[in-house]
């Protein structure tokens, strides 16, 4: 089974606690699906989750871009409690079937 989820979480400029608490239930939804079955999260987060590959090596790709903004420490740190990668970051070239 696959799971899609679509959230849109405050803006940059919203109030920390309003951005918590949009990551808090946005965690307890995510805590509710069964481990194993396929997730997808899909947002306009305005998010910059940086490069630092090395802090984040769970969850980030070395072709991360950028700087980091609070928007995407909010995404890695979800990512990484859930066991959640930021895909976009990683390369999807399609390798020679031989």
Known sequence: MITAIS????VVV????TKDEFCEALSNTLR?????DGLAL????????????????NVLSPHGAGSINENGKH????????????ASTFSLARRDPK
């Open 32 to 36: 509710e699906i069964p481990f194993g």
């Open 14 to 17: 919203a109030a920390p606690e």
């Open 75 to 86: 995404l890695l740190e979800l990512c990484n409690s859930h066991g959640l990668c930021v």
């Open 7 to 10: 959230a849109y979480p405050p």
């Open 42 to 57: 899909i947002g306009d987060s305005n998010t910059r989750v940086g490069s630092d590959h090395t802090a984040w090596s």
